[in-house]
Nanobody, 119 residues
């Protein structure tokens, strides 16, 4: 089982930057992909960015060119650098990991971290 713990977030002014981090721990064979999702009030959870192990990153259209996802496979951590934040970016951001344990694939979620973009 994988546990994900997020850090970072908080309040940011429009146009500002913030960095989210997520650390995975627990018992698993390998983590195949990590991602960040977000959920704004009254809206569905949506994918922000994903990064498979050794693969190509993928971004939602609404963050392309402003957000960067990165991963440290040795430390089982994933980061999301968010620049040029907009008020529409206000949401709870969740870390997500897909991992292999005993030959089966599972998905884990972090508890979420609030990002508020407001002047």
């Amino acid at each position: 089982q994988v546990q994900l713990v997020e850090s970072g977030g908080g309040s940011v002014q429009p146009g500002g930057s913030s960095r989210l981090s997520c650390a995975a721990s627990g018992s698993f064979f390998s983590i195949t992909a990590m991602a960040w999702y977000r959920q704004a009030p009254g809206k569905q959870r949506e994918l922000v960015a994903s990064i498979p192990s050794g693969g190509k990153t993928d971004y939602a259209d609404f963050v392309k060119g402003r957000f960067t996802i990165s991963r440290d496979n040795a430390k089982n951590t994933v980061h999301l650098q968010m620049n040029s934040l907009e008020p529409e970016g206000t949401a709870v951001y969740y870390c997500n990991a897909r991992y292999i344990q005993r030959g089966y694939s599972y998905t884990a979620w972090g508890q979420g971290t609030q990002v508020t973009v407001s002047s």
